[in-house]
T-cell receptor, first 113, second 116 residues
Framework: DAGVTQSPTHLIKTRGQHVTLRCSPI?????VSWYQQVLGQGPQFIFQ???????GRGNFPDRFSARQFPNYSSELNVNALLLGDSALYLC????????????FGPGTRLTVT | AQKITQTQPGMFVQEKEAVTLDCTYD???????LFWYKQPSSGEMIFLIY??????QNATEGRYSLNFQKARKSANLVISASQLGDSAMYFC?????????????FGTGTRLTVIP
């Protein structure tokens, strides 16, 4: 079975631009979570979506938004990019009834210049 | 206060030896879960082992075991018979039921290097 997939793998953007990152969960998984991992740190929770509804939000500014589609894939959008947004963005999906288990994708490495 | 503390930035272990990676946590939620993930240089987080706060027995998964000491709020990962492929970053994480969401709180990680 295919794991969690994310696109693109790498991305370079300029300050002030916006970016859209994409995630496809494991087949059958309805919950998707997004994390930001700055170099040298552990991942930090951004959003969780379940059945297309936001279920949780971390301590991130409103420049960060996300949505989930009927096929359970998800997009993370970041507006007005700052240098500090440079990070590895990880997506994780969870199986129904076992929301504590999270399976991560390979991540998208975003560099803001 | 940090929810997850990993005090070992780096650890070295000889191949085939056992190693313990430390993790302490802080929560007032009586129901929580503790996780360990491995992150190779490729970046993907690989789930290793899970311990629920109400589990009576320490979790084990192959060469991985979790030394859960609830009173001390510690959840150390023990890797037995280390292999070269175990060299990676290791993260301890916690999920609290009270948050309602499915988010994990991660520590800052421990970089494990296995020496041949």
């Amino acid at each position: 079975d295919a794991g969690v997939t994310q696109s693109p793998t790498h991305l370079i953007k300029t300050r002030g631009q916006h970016v859209t990152l994409r995630c496809s969960p494991i087949s059958g998984h309805k919950s998707v979570s997004w994390y930001q991992q700055v170099l040298g740190q552990g991942p930090q929770f951004i959003f969780q979506y379940y059945e297309k509804e936001e279920r949780g939000r971390g301590n991130f500014p409103d420049r960060f938004s996300a949505r989930q589609f009927p096929n359970y894939s998800s997009e993370l959008n970041v507006n007005a990019l700052l240098l500090g947004d440079s990070a590895l963005y990880l997506c994780a999906s969870s199986p129904p009834g076992r929301s504590g288990e999270q399976y991560f994708g390979p991540g998208t490495r975003l560099t803001v210049t | 206060a940090q929810k997850i503390t990993q005090t070992q930035p780096g650890m070295f272990v000889q191949e085939k030896e056992a190693v313990t990676l430390d993790c302490t946590y802080d929560t007032s939620d009586p129901s929580y879960g503790l996780f360990w993930y491995k992150q190779p240089s490729s970046g993907e987080m690989i789930f290793l082992i899970y311990q629920g706060s109400y589990d009576q027995q320490n979790a084990t998964e192959g060469r991985y075991s979790l030394n859960f000491q609830k009173a001390r709020k510690s959840a150390n990962l023990v890797i037995s018979a280390s292999q070269l492929g175990d060299s990676a970053m290791y993260f301890c994480a916690m999920r609290e039921r009270e948050t309602g969401a499915n988010n994990l709180f991660f520590g800052t990680g421990t970089r494990l290097t296995v020496i041949p």
